[in-house]
């Protein structure tokens, strides 16, 4: 039998998921700030970081204001993806390499909650709650901002270095 019947229903079950989402990466991302050997780029991880460290209140005062409870659904995308970062991160050595593939990981979740938040943003105008759209758009800006700072950092310094760690490949 269905459980998601109406339009705030699946406004819900999407909450339930960012919630779990952001709960998981407030996991994540010290251990990536923590595997950074680019000094901009372990800031940007930290500063990051206490932003979801934010962005798990923001929704649980979303949760209040609609008078539902902080529950979470589990979300396999986000874990897929933190573990994908793991690995990259026990597959290399702290070099600018790694940081490259640190940069990758991180801009595929700031994607993930970019595309999450523009939806329940919409999603909060058509339910006429401008209050909670209010919210959301500070999380989206945050996690766009948080895009554009990553892929500065590998644009302008970590890939270039990176790429000087050529192998056999590039001989060919
Ligand atoms: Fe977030
Ligand atoms: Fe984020």
Redesign the pocket.
């Known amino acids: 039998m269905s459980d998601i019947e109406t339009f705030e229903q699946l406004f819900q079950n999407g909450l339930e998921h960012i919630y779990d989402a952001?709960k998981q990466?407030t996991k994540a991302l010290p251990k990536m700030a923590e595997a950074s050997s680019s000094p901009q780029l372990r800031q940007a991880f930290d500063e990051?970081q206490r932003?979801?460290e934010e962005?798990v209140r923001r929704i649980e005062r979303i949760f209040s204001m609609l008078e539902t409870s902080s529950s979470s659904r589990s979300n396999k995308v986000v874990e897929e993806m933190t573990d994908e970062a793991q690995k990259m991160i026990k597959h290399t050595d702290p070099s600018a390499l790694r940081d490259a593939a640190l940069i990758v990981a991180g801009n595929q979740?700031?994607h993930f909650?970019v595309a999450c938040y523009g939806s329940l943003r919409n999603f909060a105008e058509l339910l006429g709650r401008n209050d909670i759209v209010e919210i959301l758009q500070q999380t989206l800006n945050?996690?766009k901002q948080?895009?554009e700072l990553l892929t500065r950092i590998g644009e302008q310094d970590v890939n270039r270095k990176a790429a000087q760690m050529r192998g056999e490949m590039a001989r060919r």
Request: aromatic share 0%; hydrophobic share 25%.
């Open positions: 952001e990466l990051h932003q979801t962005h979740v700031e909650e945050e996690e948080a895009d």
